[in-house]
């Protein structure tokens, strides 16, 4: 287990035991379940499960308080190569009645790769009476989305990926690079902007990311090329503008061909490629300082990006990341009812997985939830920084107060990055003197550790 302090922008990891901390809030993490195969979709169940997909055609329930995994169906018809398989899992909002759940996976039908989102009914512990609600969807290795969500309305949308095949995005005739909207049993919902059809939104690449917020509006993250990946909110009848427009219209052609095709711009957009994926609100108490934001895992900035909204939910007003390479490629992230936040990895099976991963274990689920009563160091005392903020130069005194176990105590200091820059030993005087020529004007942290043990820890800021 490891602790985790929400420090603005910065994500800092130190050993076990250590607490971090920024305000009320301490954050810690720990594995709840591993040894997965490419895990897509994690979603909280009114079981208090959580229900997750496996890119080989699996279909689980896992219990968060004891890592007790229930395989409830292994999809036979699933084709999985590189990046396609089974993919977005949505349960049906009045689920414990109904017992529904809707499901997207590729599949071969006389040696061509499609995709089709498929009803389930959950009975007896396993699933049953599979009906088909679209099918015939071109697939291909790479770029087929997808997400599904169950909106309140009783429908479902759906991202498709343009499969390699930019231009088809635009034209309306086909399902791929769209954001679909169909009824639960099949049908084309009368209020679609097309009569007939199923496309709600087209210009997409390759969306991975869907949710409806409780602000009422669904928001979307979607794979660009090499650079431009977006944040958007999805709209009937919207064009997104693939290819003709990545990230914002902010060229002089992007902008002409906005105007002329109804194009919706991307709320926000990255200039060097993240790989957005996942997505969720958050609005939890839990942790205060995520409130009415955006939960945005990311695969090739291995990371958790926090988008905090404003008040209409019409932009973000700030962007923080954290976990960046701690537990590599993220591919999903769900919210429990008590606030605890749940990843996926996704370092197994992928086409580019990063430097260092995948490693033992991997994939995993993670679960990242606060700390009750968490340990500040003002509460102990024991470390003595001053003066503070620094200017020249500090003493760091431990307090004569303090009798240690060791003779020989030692001061880690870390930077906002997490990065451990000195480790000091203090032998029986207790005191040293830093000069701010060693490091730059910032914040800075200290963990005091006596042998094995962290006994203080704290902030001081050189300027």
């Known amino acids: 287990m490891k602790y985790y302090v929400l420090i603005g922008f910065f994500f800092l990891a130190v050993v076990a035991e250590a607490q971090l901390y920024l305000e009320s809030t301490v954050l810690r993490s720990e594995v709840v379940a591993e040894g997965l195969h490419a895990p897509w979709e994690i979603t909280w169940g009114p079981d208090d499960w959580i229900w997750f997909t496996e890119r080989n055609g699996k279909i689980s329930r896992l219990n968060p308080q004891t890592g007790e995994i229930d395989l409830i169906a292994q999809i036979p018809d699933v084709y999985q190569v590189q990046v396609s398989g089974m993919f977005g899992l949505a349960l049906h909002p009045n689920f414990q009645d109904t017992s529904q759940l809707f499901v997207v996976y590729t599949y ?31 697939a291909a290795t790479i770029r087929n989305g997808s997400r599904i969500i ?61 949710v409806w917020a409780e602000n009422g509006i669904v928001y979307s993250s979607e794979h660009a090329d090499k650079n ?22 902010d060229t002089p052609e992007e902008q002409k061909y906005c105007k002329e095709n109804n194009v919706k711009e991307a709320l926000m957009a990255w200039s060097l490629s993240i790989a957005p994926c996942g997505l969720t609100y958050y609005n939890h108490e839990a942790i ?32 923080s990341v954290y976990f960046n390479n ?40 993670i679960k990242i939830s606060p700390i009750n009563n968490p340990f500040f160091a003002s509460d102990k005392k024991i ?28 001061l880690h200091i870390y930077n906002t990055l997490g990065q451990n820059l000195q480790r000091i030993r203090l032998d029986a005087e207790n005191e040293v003197i830093l000069s701010n020529y060693e490091y730059k ?23």
């Open 150 to 210: 169950a909106t309140p309305d009783r429908k479902i949308i759906m991202t498709t990926g343009d499969i390699n095949q930019p231009q088809i995005s635009q034209d309306v005739n086909y399902l791929n690079g769209k954001t679909l909207r169909v009824n639960f049993d099949g049908s084309v919902p009368e209020d679609n902007p097309i009569p007939g059809s199923y496309v709600w939104s087209w210009g997409h690449r390759n969306a991975q990311g869907l």
């Open 326 to 365: 701690e537990f590599g490629r993220l591919r999903d992230v769900c919210v429990s009812p008590t606030g605890d936040i749940y990843l996926t990895t996704s370092n197994q099976q992928d086409t580019k997985a990063d430097d260092g991963f995948p490693v033992f274990g991997d994939d995993k689920i």
């Open 441 to 463: 004007a910032g914040i800075y942290f200290y963990h005091l550790f006596d042998g094995n043990k962290n006994v203080d820890a704290g902030k001081f800021i050189i300027r």
């Open 383 to 410: 470390v003595k920084i001053y003066p503070d903020p620094v200017d020249d130069c500090t003493t760091i005194r431990i307090s004569s107060i303090y009798e240690p176990s060791q003779q020989i105590l030692n």
């Open 228 to 249: 431009d990946d977006e944040l958007n909110i999805i709209q009937k009848g919207k064009n997104y503008g693939w290819i003709e427009v990545q990230g914002y219209c």
């Open 288 to 319: 205060p300082e995520w409130r009415n934001t955006l939960l945005l895992a990311t695969l090739k900035e291995d990371d958790l990006r926090v988008l905090k909204l404003s008040e209409d939910g019409l932009s973000v007003i700030s962007e």
């Open 108 to 138: 071969l039908e006389e040696e061509v790769m499609k995709e089709k989102l498929v009803r389930y009914t959950y009975e007896a512990g396993t699933l049953q009476d599979p009906l088909v609600i679209i099918d015939n969807i071109p």
